[in-house]
């Protein structure tokens, strides 16, 4: 089984980055042959700052590893360092129908949130398309915002084979949990550094617990029961605490007595002794120098040898060889 997944770096990761893909990313280089990748060609939809694309990059890569994804189990690389992904997104370009494209609800989400359109936001899919195809994926793991992308790859994919001949690409599975699908920000909205409301994933100390004392919550006073039905302190204890602990929490609710200044503690001490072990990963490897670029240079060297198997065969298929 061949699993594939990628992360943008536009930015410091965040729990929603954390549950959302790398946790059964992590999970999963267990049990298949695993790519994983940076995907700094989809950044470049928004971001136009070299220096911090550098920047945001390198973080990722020590912010992934640091969180157990090894290198051994796991091929990791940037995107870029395997040109293949865009010729190969061309080619898919040059079959897939404008209302496709159109009928993507995540464009015009994000230019309603203020992201100026181009060219490379409205054909993002498709390169998401050629990103998973390349690999002759099995399975993706993908965020519950990310599936809509996955059946516009199915069905690209899908259009290639009956264009060019059954067997030119693979078509993949999605894998969604969707338990922890979408994890919800300090505002209730979905956790995205576009909206503002994130936790990130190696906070400082103080400054987490900040952010979560800011989580948004009801008037209810600290003598009565508090409602549990959309609690967004229970929806982000449920990802950090045993299923025992998380109950307990529950009936704390559930009882009153208890001001939600008191849960939103409990919340912080859980998240910050849940990334302990990933934080001291994480001042490990940066004490190493070099190990972050060995890791990417020699992942890209291996996922290239796969995407030119694909590319040589879809360019049989469509007459290019």
Same mark, same amino acid.
């Given at each position: 089984?061949?699993?594939?997944?990628?992360?943008?770096?536009?930015?410091?990761?965040?729990?929603? !980055?954390?549950?959302?893909?790398?946790? *059964?990313?992590?999970?999963?280089?267990?049990? /298949? %042959?695993?790519?994983?990748?940076?995907?700094?060609?989809?950044?470049?939809?928004?971001?136009?700052?070299?220096?911090?694309?550098?920047? !945001?990059?390198? !973080?990722?890569?020590?912010?992934?590893?640091?969180?157990?994804?090894? *290198? %051994?189990?796991?091929?990791?690389?940037?995107?870029?360092?395997?040109?293949?992904?865009?010729?190969?997104?061309?080619?898919?370009?040059?079959?897939?129908?404008?209302?496709? #494209?159109?009928?993507?609800?995540?464009?015009?989400?994000?230019?309603?949130? /203020?992201?100026?359109?181009?060219? /490379?936001?409205?054909?993002?899919?498709?390169?998401?398309?050629?990103?998973?195809?390349?690999?002759?994926?099995?399975?993706? *793991?993908?965020?519950?915002?990310?599936? &809509?992308?996955?059946?516009?790859?199915?069905?690209?994919?899908?259009?290639?084979?009956?264009?060019?001949?059954? /067997?030119?690409?693979?078509?993949?599975?999605?894998?969604?949990?969707?338990?922890?699908?979408?994890?919800?920000?300090?505002?209730?909205?979905?956790?995205?550094?576009?909206?503002? !409301?994130?936790?990130?994933?190696?906070?400082?100390?103080?400054?987490?617990?900040?952010?979560?004392?800011?989580?948004?919550?009801?008037?209810? *006073?600290?003598?009565?029961?508090?409602?549990?039905?959309?609690? #967004?302190? #229970?929806?982000?204890?449920?990802?950090?605490?045993?299923?025992?602990?998380?109950?307990?929490?529950?009936?704390?609710?559930?009882?009153?007595?208890?001001?939600?200044?008191?849960?939103?503690?409990?919340?912080?001490?859980?998240?910050?002794?849940?990334?302990?072990?990933?934080?001291?990963?994480?001042?490990?490897?940066?004490? &190493?120098?070099?190990?972050?670029?060995?890791?990417?240079?020699?992942?890209?060297?291996?996922?290239?040898?796969?995407?030119?198997?694909?590319?040589?065969?879809?360019?049989?298929?469509?007459?290019?060889?």
């Amino acid at each position: 089984m061949r699993i594939l997944s990628g992360l943008q770096p536009t930015g410091r990761l965040h729990l929603g !980055n954390y549950f959302g893909m790398m946790q *059964p990313a992590l999970q999963l280089q267990h049990q /298949g %042959e695993a790519l994983y990748f940076i995907a700094d060609y989809h950044s470049l939809t928004s971001l136009h700052d070299a220096a911090v694309l550098r920047e !945001n990059v390198r !973080n990722l890569a020590i912010d992934f590893l640091a969180c157990g994804l090894d *290198p %051994e189990k796991a091929i990791f690389f940037r995107q870029s360092s395997v040109p293949e992904h865009t010729e190969l997104a061309w080619i898919l370009s040059c079959v897939t129908p404008m209302p496709m #494209l159109e009928n993507c609800t995540s464009f015009k989400d994000k230019v309603a949130h /203020g992201f100026v359109p181009n060219h /490379g936001l409205f054909a993002y899919p498709v390169l998401m398309a050629a990103d998973i195809l390349i690999y002759d994926s099995d399975l993706v *793991p993908v965020g519950k915002d990310q599936k &809509q992308h996955l059946e516009v790859t199915r069905d690209i994919a899908s259009k290639m084979n009956a264009t060019f001949g059954e /067997g030119t690409l693979k078509v993949p599975k999605p894998m969604i949990r969707e338990a922890t699908a979408i994890v919800p920000g300090l505002d209730g909205q979905k956790m995205s550094k576009s909206y503002g !409301n994130i936790i990130g994933l190696f906070e400082e100390e103080a400054a987490l617990k900040k952010k979560i004392m800011r989580i948004v919550t009801d008037a209810t *006073p600290v003598e009565a029961p508090k409602p549990t039905e959309g609690s #967004l302190i #229970l929806q982000m204890y449920r990802l950090v605490t045993t299923d025992e602990e998380y109950n307990a929490l529950v009936a704390d609710f559930q009882k009153g007595g208890a001001g939600y200044g008191d849960f939103k503690k409990r919340l912080f001490e859980k998240t910050w002794a849940f990334f302990a072990e990933a934080r001291e990963k994480r001042e490990a490897i940066l004490s &190493q120098k070099g190990y972050v670029e060995d890791v990417l240079h020699q992942g890209a060297a291996k996922a290239r040898a796969y995407a030119q198997q694909t590319l040589s065969r879809v360019r049989l298929a469509v007459g290019l060889d």
